[in-house]
């Protein structure tokens, strides 16, 4: 679906990509992770009705496969908010495309452009807020994070124990990570030019010389990586632990 602006360099609100053009290797099954079912919900649909929830963001770009022909079945894919861009081998070029897409729109070069990961449905509304208000704030780069509470062992190549971790400077990276469109655009193309694979908005970030913020946020917000997973996500979202 594909919304009627023509040209958003006056679009004030934020723009939210999701990058749901991987299948996830680890998670073991055959059909991509983001269209497994937690109740009778899809994973992706659960994702993107947290995104829809907030009132600052305008825009949601969906990024799929050429060959996936499950999204159609989306309970929200025809909400006004979401168009849908077709993705890339990698994560990056799925952004890439995302990125390419709201410049051909003349997406304003200052506007919030978030990116969240397809398979993290436990995004509370308040950390989203906090995310908001630090950019709005230092209008810089920002992700939301969690503390690390276990003691964390750097291993030897043959799995030996070579060092302790100092877990006071060391965080989860969590989605969404933000940047400015121009910032965010320019990151990324940076990476790709360079043939840097990078995993996350961040990584580009950093790489292209930005500094990034980090935002608390609630440990809660997990990836769907893993089938036990599932569970976890399961209980936090009937418990309303999310909120």
Known sequence: MQLNQSDLS???????????AGFGQRFSTDKPKQYCKIGEEYILDLTLS?????????????VVSAD??????????KNS?????????????????????????KLHPDCGVLVHDAARPVLSSEDLLR??????????ACLLVAEIVDTLQQLTSDNKIEQSADRKKIVRALTPQMASFNQLQKAIDRSLAENKLVTD?????????YSVCAVY??????????????????FYLENDLYK
């Open 131 to 140: 995310l908001f208000e630090a950019f709005e704030v230092n209008r810089e």
């Open 81 to 105: 908010k979401i168009i849908t861009v077709e993705g890339g081998k990698e994560r990056i070029n799925s952004v890439a495309n995302a990125l390419n897409y709201l410049s051909d729109k």
């Open 10 to 20: 006056k679009f004030a609100q934020y723009v939210a990509i999701v990058p749901a």
């Open 201 to 209: 908005e961040v990584t580009a970030l950093r790489n292209a010389g």
């Open 50 to 62: 947290r995104l829809i929830d907030s009132e600052k963001i305008g825009m949601i770009v969906l």
């Open 68 to 77: 996936d022909e499950q999204f159609i079945h989306l309970k929200h894919i």
């Open 217 to 234: 946020g609630n440990s809660r917000n997990i990836k769907i990586t893993y089938p036990d997973d599932l569970l976890l996500a399961e």
